[in-house]
T-cell receptor
């Protein structure tokens, strides 16, 4: 079991650029979550999917953020345009059900200059 | 809306001493409760969870937690800590709007001193 795979591990970009974060969940898991972690706000749930369908995106901060899950093995989180306040660690997690064990990826450290 | 409070942002403790990390939640409905641990530069890992049944829950690495409905608490304990327990610990809850939606507390940084 390869676990949840996120790419890239680190991303440094300039303000205004488009950023795309990628996630491959564990095979057989039908829930996928995107979280953002910062010192100030802790771990925030941005959006989660069930069977590739977005269920709750109330945590997405602004229209600059969008997430897709075109199939059961791939999801993206896109920020366009990026801003310095978007700098954070972005985690993807998957599970067989939200109350079941969440398996987290190693995260993407995003720095927007 | 449900929320999770972790009263201590940092807890230093000597090796082999006991430790308790406190967690309180607020919710008007029955909830599920979790403790996760995050080691440096890694994602979170599940330590234990309470869904129903016995209020004393045992997890991995010798940790346990007790659910107290009247006090809306779910404190994490370990009788004797090791250097390798140094990490960030997160209490989490689900159930207010959906049992699928897991909300995390702000975290407690546990530092084990040799």
């Amino acid at each position: 079991d390869a676990g949840v795979i996120q790419s890239p591990r680190h991303e440094v970009t300039e303000m205004g650029q488009e950023v795309t974060l990628r996630c491959k969940p564990i095979s057989g898991h039908d829930y996928l979550f995107w979280y953002r972690q910062t010192m100030m706000r802790g771990l925030e749930l941005l959006i989660y999917f069930n069977n590739n369908v977005p269920i709750d995106d109330s945590g997405m901060p602004e229209d600059r953020f969008s997430a897709k899950m075109p199939n059961a093995s791939f999801s993206t989180l896109k920020i366009q345009p990026s801003e310095p306040r978007d700098s954070a660690v972005y985690f993807c997690a998957s599970s067989r059900g939200g109350y079941e064990k969440l398996f987290f990826g190693s995260g993407t450290q995003l720095s927007v200059l | 809306a449900q929320s999770v409070t972790q009263l201590d942002s940092q807890v230093p403790v000597f090796e082999e001493a006991p430790v308790e990390l406190r967690c309180n939640y607020s919710s008007s409905v029955s909830v599920y409760l979790f403790w996760y641990v995050q080691y440096p530069n890694q994602g979170l890992q599940l330590l234990l969870k309470y869904l129903s049944g016995s209020t004393l829950v045992k997890g991995i690495n010798g940790f346990e937690a007790e659910f107290n409905k009247s006090q809306t608490s779910f404190h994490l304990r370990k009788p004797s800590v090791h250097i390798s327990d140094t990490a960030e610990y997160f209490c989490a809850v689900s159930g207010e709007t959906s049992y699928d939606k897991v909300i995390f507390g702000p975290g407690t940084s546990l530092s084990v001193i040799p």
